[in-house]
């Protein structure tokens, strides 16, 4: 591994939505934030030449390979970045900790809580640092409320509200598997929004309100058979399409959360809300630049829900960004998440979250699909499949 203040050479695998996003992080994040190492776009790997040559020359990146375990075995790399889909990750996440490579793994950890156990003995028995990209942590108004709540403005909390809604899988016409439709393979997906959306709401409220303890579920597969792209043949749907469940924290607080594929008019609606004692705090994706706050102790004549435009130089992050009142947006949270990666690397520190934090975020996955499955109650860290 190259010394601390020499650059970090990124290996990345993976060329689709998260390969860009996280490209474009990589080459960004010097320009904005102090870095202690460069990263440096070394190499990128997909299967197909022709693809990984171009994506490699848009990019900037210095090499390209078509196995990953080539790109593992290289030795100018030291951090290898895994944006394939999730039946990918455990196996290159185990190889690439073996050659004692830093490992930065996409959502969700794994597809299972028995593979995600694999990926974090994996990675703390080799030594190495490891991050898993649950990016909106690093929204800037989703770093906000985590302060608010830090510092105790909300009270005991009675209730944390999250859902995460799409529309795109409602015509019955769509197929299943192989590129772009791998989610709606459970072989290759392991779960549907479970796994793909709800993570994101279930790693956001660990972060936000802490330890889930129990869950009662159900989900549904609204469509149940679709031609499958890599067999040709129709074949069952395995994913869920819908999943809503209940969730007691450990402090007390119940949870409910709620996505799908199936909800007409709606393309990536993540909203949370938290209410506590004192004050409320609600947070919407498609304004993220927004924080909603409600805090009953203001003075009855100015009370009401406020919505603070994250942009002032104060906030976390935006002191790196522009002037206040001009806002940023989804792309920056990946380009915070590599500051805070190059940050805690230099500083010898783990990045949050790793991958024995994301382990939390699978079992609650698989405490809920349990629940579905058995329509009961089910304590988190029960299961495993
Ligand atoms: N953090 C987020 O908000 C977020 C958003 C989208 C996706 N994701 C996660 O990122 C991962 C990738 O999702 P995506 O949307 O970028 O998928 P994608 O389909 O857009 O891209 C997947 C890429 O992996 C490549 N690939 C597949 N199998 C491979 C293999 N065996 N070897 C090398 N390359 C291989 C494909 O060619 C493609 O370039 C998934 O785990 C997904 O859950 C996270």
């Known amino acids: 591994m190259a010394q601390s203040n020499q650059p970090l050479r990124i290996g990345m695998i993976g060329t689709g939505f998260m390969g860009r996003a996280h490209s474009n992080a990589y080459r960004k994040v010097a320009n904005f934030f102090d870095c202690p190492r460069q990263p440096v776009l070394q190499a990128v790997c997909a299967r197909s030449e022709d693809a990984v040559r171009t994506f490699a020359a848009r990019w900037g990146y210095r090499h390209h390979e078509t196995d990953w375990r080539a790109l593992i075995a290289r030795d100018d790399i030291d951090a290898v970045d895994i944006c394939t889909p999730n039946d990918t990750h455990r196996d290159i996440a185990v190889a690439a900790a073996a050659a004692g490579k830093i490992v930065l793994c996409e959502k969700p950890l794994a597809r299972t809580v028995a593979e995600g156990a694999e990926m974090v003995a994996a990675v703390e028995r080799a030594g190495v640092p490891n991050m898993v990209w649950y990016n909106y942590r690093r929204v800037p108004a989703v770093t906000l409320a985590k302060q608010l709540v830090d510092e105790g403005r909300l009270g005991k909390v009675f209730h944390y509200r999250a859902r995460f809604l799409q529309d795109w899988t409602i015509s019955a016409d769509l197929p299943q598997g192989g590129a772009a439709?791998?989610?709606?393979?459970?072989?290759?997906?392991?779960?549907?929004?479970?796994?793909?959306?709800?993570?994101?709401?279930?790693?956001?409220?660990?972060?936000?309100?802490?330890?889930?303890?129990?869950?009662?579920?159900?989900?549904?597969?609204?469509?149940?058979?679709?031609?499958?792209?890599?067999?040709?043949?129709?074949?069952?749907?395995?994913?869920?399409?819908?999943?809503?469940?209940?969730?007691?924290?450990a402090n007390g607080s119940l949870g409910t959360f709620e996505s799908t594929r199936y909800a007409r008019g709606h393309k990536a609606l993540y909203t949370f809300e938290i209410n506590g004692e004192h004050a409320s705090i609600a947070w919407d994706l498609h304004d993220l630049h927004r924080?909603?706050?409600?805090?009953?102790?203001?003075?009855?004549?100015?009370?009401?829900?406020?919505?603070?435009?994250?942009?002032?130089?104060?906030?976390?992050?935006?002191?790196?960004?522009?002037?206040?009142?001009?806002?940023?947006?989804?792309?920056?949270?990946?380009?915070?998440?590599?500051?805070?990666?190059?940050?805690?690397?230099?500083?010898?520190?783990?990045?949050?979250?790793t991958f024995r934090d994301a382990q939390v975020t699978q079992q609650v996955c698989e405490a809920v699909l349990a629940s579905a499955a058995d329509r009961r109650w089910h304590h988190v860290g029960q299961d495993a499949r």
């Open 181 to 249: 439709l791998w989610r709606l393979d459970v072989a290759a997906a392991g779960s549907g929004v479970t796994g793909d959306l709800l993570a994101h709401c279930i790693d956001t409220a660990l972060w936000l309100n802490g330890e889930i303890d129990e869950v009662t579920a159900m989900t549904e597969t609204f469509v149940k058979e679709r031609h499958h792209n890599l067999t040709g043949r129709t074949e069952p749907v395995g994913i869920d399409d819908a999943c809503a469940f209940l969730a007691r924290f």
């Open 291 to 353: 924080l909603s706050y409600f805090d009953h102790r203001d003075d009855s004549s100015v009370r009401g829900w406020r919505s603070i435009h994250v942009t002032d130089g104060d906030m976390p992050y935006m002191g790196k960004w522009w002037v206040p009142g001009l806002q940023i947006g989804y792309e920056h949270s990946f380009v915070h998440q590599v500051a805070d990666l190059l940050d805690g690397l230099d500083r010898g520190q783990p990045v949050a979250p």
